[in-house]
């Protein structure tokens, strides 16, 4: 089906917002697949917070051209589905590696975090990302002594305060 210009356009200008909310993009190659398995898919992709859409790579270039995610370019070949993270880095990759678990004809061929083009053969890692909870909750792991002390100290302070003061009083 031919579009017109300005569903081109407008196909572009969503993109080019998509892409600048997203933390990365993965790309796969999806021959073969039918319509409900993609379905299915988009539907993993709602409920983990991935923007998936197929796109005419020609349009994707011009939509990514002048955003973090331009390096992935030269990997736009093919009939290509997208996947945005918008929550977690990780996201799409995550959803791409999970669901090619139970359906071989979907292939990762690309992912970016808008620091270089990665290869397929980084989709466990870029995957393996955490979430922004999971991350702040490691954070706070590693703050957890420290802080305890830190917490204790604070409560200490006002009966040291008080025994210096009753100290400076009694000199007096």
Same mark, same amino acid.
């Given at each position: 089906m031919a579009l017109g210009l300005v569903a081109k356009k407008e196909i572009v200008a969503e993109i080019s917002d998509v892409a600048s909310k997203a933390l990365s993009v993965a790309?796969?190659?999806?021959?073969?697949?039918?319509?409900?398995?993609?379905?299915?898919?988009?539907?993993?992709?709602?409920?983990?917070?991935?923007?998936?859409? %197929?796109?005419?790579?020609?349009?994707?270039?011009? #939509? =990514? @051209?002048?955003?973090?995610?331009?390096?992935?370019d030269s990997a736009l070949v093919g009939p290509l589905i997208y996947g945005f993270s918008i929550d977690a880095p990780g996201g799409a990759a995550r959803l791409f590696k999970d669901f090619s678990k139970t359906n071989n004809k979907l292939k990762v061929t690309a992912l970016t975090l808008g620091s270089g083009?990665?290869?397929?053969?980084?989709?466990?890692? %870029?995957?393996?990302?955490?979430?922004?909870?999971? #991350? =702040? @909750?490691?954070?706070?792991?590693?703050?957890?002594?420290?802080?305890?002390k830190f917490v204790q100290t604070i409560n200490e302070v006002p009966s040291k305060f008080a025994r210096v003061l009753a100290a400076i009083k009694e000199t007096k």
């Open positions: 790309v796969a190659e999806y021959r073969g697949m039918e319509v409900g398995e993609l379905t299915a898919l988009r539907i993993k992709a709602r409920e983990q917070g991935v923007y998936i859409r %197929v796109i005419r790579n020609t349009l994707a270039k011009r #939509a =990514l @051209a002048e955003s973090k995610f331009a390096d992935i083009l990665l290869g397929p053969e980084k989709l466990d890692a %870029v995957a393996s990302l955490p979430t922004r909870d999971e #991350a =702040l @909750a490691r954070l706070l792991a590693t703050f957890k002594a420290p802080v305890g």
